[in-house]
Each structure stands twice: as structure tokens, then as C-alpha cells.
């Protein structure tokens, strides 16, 4: 099956910056979309930063400007680079996947809706 790791937070001043990475793994083929999404108590986790395999990528208006989003198709692996950081931006932080395409035995099979368990992320002084 597939899997999908976070790590890179912790706690940071405003202003300052924080680098999260998330790695998929699994008999993974390919992965069309991936993304990071933030969710803080009380809410509904909502979208940071989407790309595609492409490279084509998607902001929250929030965050554009300040965050960077990447990823390494060789590795099955996405970054967020978060600059500026503001206590708004203090959520838990969630890896996502989709058109996740894997080896189940010899089938190749296609998934969405694949995350991570999360990284707390804390701006603060």
C-alpha cells in the first residue's frame, strides 16, 4: 500500500522559516497530484499549496509569496518552504496524494486520497 511520511516542524519565531517534507512510500509507479493542506482545532483542513507532476503549481492566496512548494518525482517526495512565518500559519500540517498509481502484486492500481499524519507546525515568540 502507500504510505506518506511528514517531518520538518516544530516551532518558530514570526518571521522566521521552516522546510516540511513529505516522503510517499510503496510499489509506487507514479503520483499525478500532490499537495500540503493545514488544519487547526475547531476547523476544516484547508489547502496550502498543490503541484502536479508537471510541476504546474496552486496557492492559498494566504500563503503566496512566503511559501514554495517543490517536489522530487524520483523520490516520491514534496516540500513546502515556508518563509515569513506568521502566527496564522500555526496548524497541523498534512502531506496529501493523489492519482497515486502502485503495484498491488503484478496489478497496477490507481488511489486518491492518500495523507500523512501530520507535522505541527508553531509560530511564535
Known amino acids: 500500500q502507500v504510505q506518506l511520511v511528514e517531518s520538518g516542524g516544530g516551532l518558530v519565531q514570526p518571521g522566521g522559516s521552516l522546510r516540511l517534507s513529505c516522503a510517499a512510500s510503496g510499489s509506487i509507479s507514479s503520483i499525478n497530484a500532490m499537495g500540503w493542506y493545514r488544519q487547526t482545532p475547531g476547523k476544516q483542513r484547508a489547502l496550502v499549496a498543490t503541484?502536479?507532476?508537471?510541476?504546474?503549481?496552486n496557492y492559498a492566496d494566504s500563503v503566496k509569496g512566503r511559501f514554495t512548494i517543490s517536489r522530487d518525482n524520483a523520490k516520491n517526495s514534496v516540500y513546502l518552504q515556508m518563509n515569513s512565518l506568521k502566527p496564522e500559519d500555526t496548524a497541523t500540517y498534512y502531506c496529501?496524494?493523489?492519482?497515486?498509481?502502485?503495484?498491488?502484486?503484478?496489478?497496477?492500481?490507481?488511489?486518491?486520497?492518500?495523507w500523512g499524519q501530520g507535522t505541527q507546525v508553531t509560530v511564535s515568540s
Open positions: 503541484i502536479s507532476s508537471g510541476g504546474s503549481t
Open positions: 496529501n496524494a493523489d492519482g497515486v498509481l502502485y503495484y498491488s502484486g503484478t496489478y497496477l492500481r490507481r488511489g486518491n486520497g492518500y
